[in-house]
């Protein structure tokens, strides 16, 4: 893909930062967008991030996986969301999950960025998982992770706020829920830690998740499962409606 140089400026970007700033402009072809779908398989790309060079499927190996997108580095809301994430590392892994996150700028900056997030959000601790370097915007691109007035400019700009995207991926790399948000929203990194426990716990046991479920809440059977398959599986359960069961959540 060809591309130009072009300098930018923004408001939600810094205005003087260790690395200096560029920003590629590519002639994406807007009708060979490619589309993420809940099922879809994860599209495997090689990139440079602070870990060194990775194949994104092998990273991901058998475990599930995060990724997260921002479009600049030394942004303010995207600064506080990595050091969200990488707080709650701990609880990822404790899931067999990896972070890795992606902005559309060089290592050389996310390198200096992480000392701010360090600083600023993790009270010194080491920031401990990969950045992807998608000065490119291939990546973003690969992903779908553009708004429908980044879509209608692609031939002529490229996408700068729009980059802000959250993918669970499981160990076969489908992707099982995506969430896309605005630049100026800060995302949950809590309700991403539920989603993940909502679906694991969905894959290993068959039941599925009410609204505003959290770990030990009740539980509901699919009304694919009878009462008698029910009853032996899951034990003692609560008939709301013929589709709609609850049960207790699996301790195991």
Same mark, same amino acid.
């Given at each position: 893909?060809? &591309?130009?140089?072009?300098?930018?400026?923004?408001?939600?970007?810094?205005?003087?930062?260790?690395?200096?700033?560029?920003?590629?402009?590519?002639?994406?072809?807007?009708?060979?967008?490619?589309?993420?779908?809940?099922?879809?398989? +994860?599209?495997?790309?090689?990139?440079?991030?602070?870990?060194?060079?990775?194949?994104?499927?092998?990273?991901?190996?058998?475990?599930?996986?995060? /990724?997260?997108?921002?479009?600049?580095? &030394?942004?303010?809301?995207?600064?506080?969301?990595?050091?969200?994430?990488?707080?709650?590392?701990?609880?990822?892994? +404790?899931?067999?999950?990896?972070?890795?996150? /992606?902005?559309?700028?060089?290592?050389?900056?996310?390198?200096?960025?992480?000392?701010?997030?360090?600083?600023?959000?993790?009270?010194? !601790?080491?920031?401990?998982?990969?950045?992807?370097?998608?000065?490119?915007?291939?990546?973003?691109?690969?992903?779908?992770?553009?708004?429908?007035?980044?879509?209608?400019?692609?031939?002529?700009?490229?996408?700068?706020?729009?980059?802000?995207?959250?993918?669970?991926?499981?160990?076969?790399?489908?992707?099982?829920?995506?969430?896309?948000?605005?630049?100026?929203?800060?995302?949950?990194?809590?309700?991403?830690?539920?989603?993940?426990?909502?679906?694991?716990?969905?894959?290993?046991?068959?039941?599925?998740?009410?609204?505003?479920?959290?770990?030990?809440?009740?539980?509901?059977?699919?009304?694919?499962?009878?009462?008698?398959?029910?009853?032996?599986?899951?034990?003692?359960?609560?008939?709301? !409606?013929?589709?709609?069961?609850?049960?207790?959540?699996?301790?195991?």
């Amino acid at each position: 893909m060809s &591309f130009t140089r072009l300098l930018i400026s923004s408001p939600l970007v810094r205005a003087s930062t260790p690395i200096a700033r560029s920003v590629r402009q590519y002639s994406f072809e807007a009708a060979n967008q490619p589309r993420i779908r809940i099922g879809s398989k +994860a599209p495997n790309f090689k990139a440079a991030t602070t870990h060194g060079d990775i194949d994104f499927h092998e990273y991901i190996g058998k475990s599930w996986a995060i /990724l997260f997108s921002h479009p600049a580095d &030394f942004t303010p809301v995207c600064t506080t969301e990595l050091g969200a994430f990488a707080a709650l590392k701990p609880e990822f892994d +404790a899931r067999n999950t990896k972070l890795i996150g /992606l902005s559309a700028e060089p290592v050389e900056s996310h390198q200096a960025w992480i000392k701010d997030i360090e600083e600023v959000a993790l009270n010194g !601790k080491t920031f401990e998982f990969p950045i992807i370097a998608d000065v490119k915007r291939e990546v973003a691109y690969l992903y779908d992770m553009v708004d429908e007035q980044g879509f209608k400019d692609l031939a002529t700009k490229s996408p700068i706020y729009t980059i802000r995207s959250v993918f669970i991926i499981d160990p076969a790399k489908n992707v099982r829920l995506f969430f896309t948000y605005p630049a100026s929203t800060g995302r949950n990194t809590a309700e991403v830690l539920r989603v993940l426990e909502a679906l694991q716990l969905t894959d290993k046991t068959g039941l599925v998740t009410p609204a505003d479920w959290s770990q030990g809440k009740d539980v509901i059977i699919p009304p694919s499962v009878s009462n008698e398959t029910a009853k032996e599986k899951f034990g003692d359960f609560k008939e709301l !409606k013929p589709y709609l069961r609850f049960t207790a959540q699996p301790k195991n």
